[in-house]
């Protein structure tokens, strides 16, 4: 949770899998992403064909598979409008003209054909080495012929998966916090800002939002009692429920094995770390200092936490042992730095940081020794809670650099970043990347 955000809240008080077939032919060397001399490979995606009526979902699945691999960062999916080869190119390998494909600089070539037959929509997936000459890779995955933008998202994270073998994130969620008129809203969506589900509205404020690691469960801070408390929203059945502590308890954390719960608690004039058991049992507390400990972050082993302190007299970032145990101060640099996430690599650390114009931007620190490095700068006044993609390689976060609230997912570089989600009539705040599905 942010520092403001706290303040100013006391101030104020899932889709059934894809089943599917595979094959395919020796692999190519992986892509490693972040290498010295990594490069965006150049993959061309035709629009994917369809029988009869299916058509128009091709090419909805064509448009979403596109938008995923650009916004993976390792692809540059190039434009349509340059292809060479005949539209009408069939799936076989010795149909391609391979040629054609070289020719407009592709060295991948993504092909898909889709059927629906008793309810369900079936995606033919192929992928070819253009250089090589060969198709390299086959699979035929399958849904409900009603959720086309699950079948998209499950290709993209088949096709990231071959060239890097890392798992994709084009099937996870993300949730928020949307208000609006007066109302408090949690929201999912998918990774690509479509799909939206509303699964909370309420005019009691919410903030907060996290994942338990299975996907099942979200932690939110609510003010349904009148203060700030940690509740537990069950997706399978929506049911809402409070963790039942005393005080004014917010920004709750599932440990990664969903065991524990790390979160703050008020008392008195100052704020501390605490823990508890994840069906609110055995609270302990962790931190001790006279001072405003607010937004715990675990690391992906769950042996550290991560948390923002004034305890120097700003706002830092800390590193403390699970039991509390070892706490160190991981920044020096700036006066007023926040909202930390750890990167489920473990390596690095996001957080939200005022620099000296007063604007917030998010930075990197690495885990060890706290070196800065920055993600965003001169785009809008506020850029800030940072939350990783479960493979570590994505972040999103909320920035109003259009004037309002909006979320952008970036690669964690900061060079490539692109507004997925976002209305003039709403604010978006608190975005949590959600777990592997």
């Known amino acids: ?132 000459g060969r198709e390299v890779f086959t699979r035929t995955l399958h849904g409900p012929a009603g959720s086309p933008r699950a079948l998209a998202h499950r290709m993209s994270d088949e096709i990231f998966r071959y060239y890097t073998r890392e798992p994709g994130v084009f099937s996870t969620r ?98 501390h770390i605490w823990v508890m058991n994840a069906d609110g049992t055995n609270a302990r507390r962790l931190t001790r200092d006279p001072t405003i400990d607010v937004s715990p972050a675990w690391s992906p082993d769950g042996t550290h936490i991560a948390f923002t302190s004034d305890r120097a007299g700003t706002p830092q970032l800390y590193v403390m042992g699970a039991d509390g145990s070892g706490v160190r101060r991981l920044t020096f640099q700036g006066n007023y730095n926040q909202t930390p996430d750890w990167s489920p690599r473990g390596d690095i650390i996001a957080f939200t940081a005022r620099d000296e114009r007063k604007v917030f931007d998010l930075f990197f620190a690495s885990a060890d020794r706290g070196v800065i490095s920055r993600i965003t700068q001169d785009q809008g006044r506020t850029n800030e809670e940072p939350s990783f993609a479960p493979n570590g390689r994505l972040i999103v976060f909320r920035t109003d650099r259009s004037g309002y609230g909006q979320l952008v997912v970036s690669d964690v570089n900061g060079n490539h970043q692109m507004v997925i989600l976002g209305s003039e009539d709403a604010d978006l705040v608190s975005p949590a990347w959600g777990p592997f599905r």
């Open 174 to 271: 993300i949730a928020a916090i949307r208000k609006t008129n007066d109302l408090y809203q949690l929201i999912t969506f998918d990774v690509d800002g479509h799909n939206p589900e509303l699964l909370l509205s309420e005019k009691d404020i919410l903030l907060l939002p996290s994942w338990r690691p299975d996907g099942k469960e979200l932690l939110l801070t609510s003010y349904r009692s009148g203060r700030p408390e940690v509740w537990a929203y069950r997706l399978s059945d929506h049911t809402f429920r409070s963790l039942g502590h005393r005080g004014n308890s917010m920004g709750g954390a599932y440990s990664p094995d969903g065991k524990r719960i790390a979160y703050c608690l008020t008392e008195g004039a100052d704020t």
């Open 1 to 132: 949770m942010t520092l403001r955000s706290f303040l100013l809240a006391l101030v104020t008080c899932a889709s059934a899998p894809l089943a599917l077939a595979a094959s395919s032919s020796p692999e190519r060397p992986a892509i490693v992403v972040g290498s010295p001399d990594f490069r965006p490979l150049p993959v061309a995606v035709p629009g994917f064909s369809g029988e009869g009526d299916v058509q128009d979902l091709a090419t909805e699945v064509t448009a979403t598979v596109r938008f995923d691999l650009t916004l993976s960062t390792v692809f540059d999916v190039l434009d349509p409008k340059g292809y060479l080869a005949d539209p009408g190119e069939g799936l076989s390998p010795s149909t391609i003209a391979y040629r054609r494909w070289s020719d407009v600089g592709a060295d991948g070539l993504v092909k898909a054909a889709l059927r629906s037959e008793g309810g369900e929509l079936f995606g033919e997936l192929h992928i070819y080495e253009v250089r090589a």
